[in-house]
């Protein structure tokens, strides 16, 4: 049997060469889907440590295999970076101008890349077999987890759960934060179209005022959520919306509309979804105007499945200590893990990266984001343990 202080040893063994992997990760980040250099970095650090892998999932991602036990664990970790400029004095800033690791896949991916070189050391003495995940496009629709879904990444052999980790800057390190059942919240875009005739501001009466539909369509959405949703949380934010012409005195003839709609119901979702356009269409109508919906379908909602928490948990709290694991309310952001968690046993859980009394609090998808690097002290020990002992 694999103790909890063995693990500790090794992961304090690789922490310095994991810290590195992280910085290179960091300086070279790539967008979603088009990871090439992450993905060759990624195989030559298994390679090192003569772990196998293939490779061609979604093109860049890679997939690791360790052990022979027939219950097979999946970990999880994302490698892809955002479209943000980073401000950062760091000697590991970003090389790649307009492209940052601003939501810490860096974190997750070296993280990762431990857990596997720490258990490939006990890979003889390993219960299960473990099956290491580096996806793509995390950040993008479709989400890198559904195409690798349909490739067959739960197969041959198949994942019994799967297990990720997520940086969390409102957390100090050294702390780990778990929600149990609904955590993370359904994504979709809705995309709005209001068009009519446009004219001068002077004579309404001859127009078809787009704006004042527009601002209708939108106070009447919002209320959707209020009204029909069922008890779990909802959401509905329009966060663009601009005009094709139109100035003080000129209505234009068109609007476009952009938002999200986000819930933790995929029933209440779906209904949702002709409740917004039939709502929209027909304020349009009763105006003279013509209204086009596109309602993107996302992520649905992330549910860790709670026995499997329920051990997650029990397994943080042997590895880390009681009083450094935290119970979290669920969250209205979105996260691709959730297509794994529609089908197998999943547990997504968040590991505290923050530190007020250096100056580390900027939260994820921020220009100034960066982690205390001392949670490298235990975040692939951690996993690694996590494997073990569900």
Not at 207 to 224: F, Q
Request: charged share 20%; glycine share 10%; hydrophobic share 35%.
């Amino acid at each position: 049997m694999i103790t909890k202080e063995e693990i500790q040893k090794l992961n304090h063994k690789y922490k310095a060469e994991i810290i590195s992997h992280r910085h290179h990760l960091h300086a070279h980040p790539e967008l979603s889907f088009k990871e090439k250099n992450t993905s060759l970095y990624i195989q030559k650090v298994l390679a090192d440590h003569h772990i196998s892998y293939t490779t061609g999932w979604c093109d860049t991602g890679v997939v690791a295999l360790i052990g022979k036990g027939s219950k097979v664990i999946g970990l999880r970790a994302d490698i892809d970076a955002l479209p943000i400029n980073e401000n950062s004095d760091k000697t590991y800033a970003s090389q790649n101008e307009g492209v940052m690791h601003a939501c810490g896949h860096d974190v997750h991916t070296s993280s990762l890349l431990g857990a596997a070189i720490i258990l490939k050391e006990k890979e003889e003495e390993l219960p299960v077999t473990v099956k290491f995940i580096f996806q793509p496009g995390e950040e993008k629709l479709p989400g890198g987890a559904s195409i690798l879904i349909k490739e067959g990444v739960l197969k041959n052999p198949d994942i019994e759960l799967i297990i990720g980790q997520h940086v969390h800057p409102e957390l100090e390190v050294g702390k780990v934060g778990i929600c149990g059942g609904p955590f993370m919240a359904s994504a979709d875009e809705l995309h709005i179209t209001v068009t009519g005739k446009g004219g001068h501001a002077a004579m309404p009466e001859s127009c078809v005022d787009t704006i004042m539909v527009s601002a209708e369509i939108i106070s009447a959405l919002h209320k959707i959520t209020g009204r029909y949703a069922p008890k779990e949380a909802t959401l509905l934010t329009i966060g663009k919306i601009n005009s094709t012409g139109g100035a003080t005195n000129i209505i234009p003839d068109e609007v476009k509309m952009k938002g999200t709609f986000r819930a933790f119901n995929e029933d209440w979702r779906m209904q949702a979804h002709e409740l917004i356009k039939q709502t929209a269409e027909g304020i349009a109508l009763a105006h003279g105007a013509q209204c086009e919906m596109n309602i993107i379908k996302g992520y649905p909602y992330l549910h860790n499945n709670e026995n499997l928490t329920e051990q997650i948990k029990k397994g943080i709290q042997e590895y880390i200590g009681i009083e450094n694991t935290i119970d979290l309310q669920k969250r209205m952001t979105g996260e691709d893990f959730a297509f794994y968690s529609h089908l197998i046993p999943a547990c997504f859980y968040r590991i505290g990266t923050g530190n007020v009394s250096k100056g580390i609090t900027s939260g994820v998808h921020t220009s100034t984001f960066d982690v205390d690097e001392e949670v490298f002290a235990h975040s692939s020990g951690l996993m690694a343990w996590l494997a073990l002992n569900v």
